[in-house]
C-alpha cells in the first residue's frame, strides 16, 4: 500500500489580493465596485499621451489641489451597487406610478385652482431644465473621478437626476392635456431663458458646467447649485404644492427627495474622507465655496420668489429656510458659506 504525501500549500496568497491587506472578506459592495476605474496610470486611455483625452485628465484631473494618498479607500455609506440601486428605484418607481394612476383616476388635476395652476406653470415644469442641468454637472464629476468608489456615487446620482426629468416631463404633459391654455409643455422654455428670477439659477448652472477641474465641479455641483436646487425646487416647492391644494405632486417631491438625501450622505461622507486624508484639503473645498457663495446666494432669493405663493411662504420666508439648510450642511463638514 503506498501513501500519498499531501500536497503542499502556497503560503500568503490572498484570494482578494487587489484590495492589499484588507483583514477580512470584503462586501460584495466592494467587489463590485473595487478598482474598477480605467483612466488611473501614467497614460489613463489606451491612446498616446498626448490625445485630448489624456491630456484633459492630466490637467482637470490629476492636477488637482486635492491631496489622496489613496483614493480607493473611500466608501459610499449607503454601499449603493447596481443592483441594489435598480431594485430600490423599482420599488420607488411603482410608489410613484401607483399615485399618479390613483389621482389620475380622480380627476385631481381638472379641480386644481388658478394659483395652484400658476405656481405649477412657474415653478414645477420648469424644473426639468434645472434637473437636466444637474443630471449632466453629476455624469462629468462621474466621468473624471479618480475612483470607482466615488464614480459610483455619481452615477447613480445621474441616475436619480434622469428619473426626475422624466416624471417631471410627464407631469407636465398630463397638466397639458387637461389645461392646454396655461402654456404646460411650452411656456417652460420662456421662463428659463427669459424670466429675470430664473436668470440667477440658469446661470449658476451654466457656470458650473465650465468649472472643468474636478474638485471644482464637485463643490459646485454637489456643495452649491444642487443643494440649494434641491432645497427649493424639492423640499420648499412640495411644501407650497401641498398647501395650494396639488396632493399629487407635494408626494412626488417628497419621493424625489429621498433621492437628494442619499446624495447629500455621500457627499458629506466624501468631504469627511477628503479632510481625514489630509486637513489641507480642507482650505481647498473652502476656497471653492468661498468663490460659489455669492452664486448659491443669488439662487436662493432668485428661487424663493418663484416658489412663493399668496397661500403659502412668502420669498423671504422660503429664502431663510433654504439658506439656513445650506449653511448646516457645509456646516456639518466645517465648511462656511458667505452671506452675500
Known amino acids: ?5 499531501p500536497r503542499s500549500r502556497s503560503r500568503g496568497l490572498k484570494t ?18 473595487h478598482n474598477m476605474n480605467h ?14 483625452g489624456n491630456v484633459w485628465l492630466r490637467e482637470h484631473r490629476d492636477s488637482m489641489k486635492l491631496t489622496v494618498a489613496d483614493w480607493d479607500s473611500f466608501r459610499d455609506p449607503d454601499t449603493v451597487t447596481y443592483g441594489s440601486y435598480v431594485a430600490d428605484q423599482d420599488d420607488q418607481e411603482t410608489y410613484v406610478e401607483g399615485l399618479i394612476a390613483q389621482f389620475d383616476g380622480d380627476g385631481s388635476d381638472e379641480t386644481l385652482s388658478d394659483e395652484a395652476l400658476t405656481l405649477l406653470v412657474r415653478a414645477l415644469t420648469p424644473t426639468r431644465y434645472v434637473a437636466h442641468s444637474q443630471q449632466m454637472l453629476s455624469a462629468y464629476v462621474q466621468q473624471l473621478a479618480i475612483s470607482s468608489y466615488v464614480a459610483n456615487c455619481a452615477a447613480f446620482q445621474t441616475a436619480d437626476q434622469l428619473r426626475r426629468v422624466q416624471l417631471t416631463a410627464y ?33 449658476a448652472f451654466e457656470w458650473a458646467l ?9 463643490v459646485a455641483t454637489n456643495l452649491v447649485t444642487k443643494a440649494i436646487a434641491d432645497q427649493l425646487f424639492l ?20 419621493n424625489l427627495w429621498r433621492d437628494s438625501l442619499r446624495s447629500q450622505r455621500w457627499s458629506v461622507a466624501l468631504v469627511e474622507f ?22 448659491g446666494n443669488e439662487m436662493i432669493e432668485a428661487g424663493a420668489r418663484i416658489v412663493a405663493s399668496p397661500s403659502g411662504a412668502s420669498a423671504d420666508e422660503i429664502a431663510a429656510a433654504v439658506r439656513q439648510d445650506w449653511h448646516s450642511f457645509l456646516d456639518s463638514v466645517g465648511l462656511r458659506a458667505g452671506t452675500d
Open 1 to 5: 500500500m503506498t501513501s500519498k504525501t
Open 16 to 33: 482578494w489580493s487587489a484590495f492589499g491587506n484588507l483583514g477580512r472578506r470584503p462586501t460584495e459592495y466592494e467587489v463590485l465596485t
Open 39 to 52: 483612466t488611473t496610470g501614467p497614460v489613463p486611455l489606451e491612446m498616446g499621451p498626448d490625445v485630448h
Open 171 to 203: 407631469r407636465t404633459t398630463q397638466l397639458q392635456l387637461t389645461h392646454p391654455e396655461r402654456g404646460f409643455g411650452t411656456a417652460e422654455k420662456e421662463f428659463w431663458t427669459e424670466r429675470p428670477d430664473w436668470q440667477p439659477i440658469r446661470a
Open 210 to 218: 465650465v468649472e472643468f477641474d474636478w474638485d471644482r465641479a464637485f
Open 235 to 254: 423640499v420648499q416647492l412640495r411644501r407650497q404644492t401641498a398647501r395650494v391644494g396639488v396632493r399629487l405632486d407635494s408626494l412626488i417631491l417628497e
Open 274 to 295: 477628503l479632510v481625514a486624508a489630509d486637513p489641507g484639503n480642507l482650505d481647498v473645498l473652502q476656497g471653492h465655496v468661498s468663490e460659489w457663495s455669492a452664486r
